[in-house]
Antibody
Framework: QIQLQQSGPGLLRPSQTLSLTCDIS??????????WDWIRQSPSRGLEWLGR?????????EYTLSVKSRITINADTSKNQVSLQLNSVTPEDTAVYFC??????????WGQGTLVTVSS | DIQMTQSPSSLSASVGDRVTITCRAS??????LNWYQQKPGKAPKLLIY???SLQSGVPSRFSGSGSGTDFTLTISNLQSEDFATYYC?????????FGQGTKVEIK
């Protein structure tokens, strides 16, 4: 059974860096037919895809344009986890963040979600 | 970016009803359309992928159809556990985009 366990701080000040990790069990992070996506959800923006990483003989990452200058998604094969970093956060980055396993072009398995609040 | 538009935004229905939710894409996405169910405080759950394929473990009362720009999620014989919010999502191109959601409430 594939499980994704997220961890990371829930309260940040403006200009700080959001850092979340997603521990993967039941699947290798470098599996050849999967991707690891990060998605966030807020009342104002709805569900918003942020980016993904995946391994196909080498590592690839893709990001949405609106956060491309601030975001980094990495995979750590030694820990079988993926991470999300979002720099210079503002209150607009307040949302529930999800780590998601992508398979067969769908978002198949979701982490439990992490509420991140950005407030001074 | 591809815009996804769902209708209605909300609906009221009774147990046993047949419910239909529609999703329209701003351009042709072939069959690259997925449906999710979300309950309050929980992560979305994949129901249907590739427009009409039922995800493993999902009850057969859920079905999807459509191709191109217009898609439908149908719930036949609505059950109490089906009251939730439903989202469509396109997987044709990046960035992945979602509909705004349809909330199914108890009449």
């Amino acid at each position: 059974q594939i499980q994704l366990q997220q961890s990371g701080p829930g309260l940040l000040r403006p200009s700080q860096t959001l850092s979340l990790t997603c521990d993967i069990s039941g699947n290798s992070v470098s599996g050849n037919s999967v991707a690891w996506d990060w998605i966030r959800q807020s009342p104002s923006r709805g569900l918003e895809w942020l980016g993904r990483t995946y391994y196909r003989s080498k590592w690839y990452t893709e990001y949405t344009l609106s956060v491309k200058s601030r975001i980094t998604i990495n995979a750590d094969t030694s820990k079988n986890q993926v991470s999300l970093q979002l720099n210079s956060v503002t209150p607009e980055d307040t949302a529930v963040y999800f780590c998601v396993r992508g398979f067969l072009n769908a978002l198949e398995t979701w982490g439990q979600g992490t509420l991140v609040t950005v407030s001074s | 970016d591809i815009q996804m538009t769902q209708s209605p935004s909300s609906l009221s229905a009774s147990v046993g009803d047949r419910v239909t939710i529609t999703c329209r894409a701003s351009q042709n996405i072939n069959n690259h359309l997925n449906w999710y169910q979300q309950k309050p405080g929980k992560a979305p759950k994949l129901l249907i992928y590739a427009a009409s394929s039922l995800q493993s473990g999902v009850p057969s009362r859920f079905s999807g159809s459509g191709s191109g720009t217009d898609f439908t999620l149908t719930i036949s014989n609505l059950q109490s556990e089906d009251f939730a919010t439903y989202y469509c999502q396109q997987s044709y191109s990046l960035p992945r985009t979602f509909g705004q959601g349809t909330k199914v409430e108890i009449k």
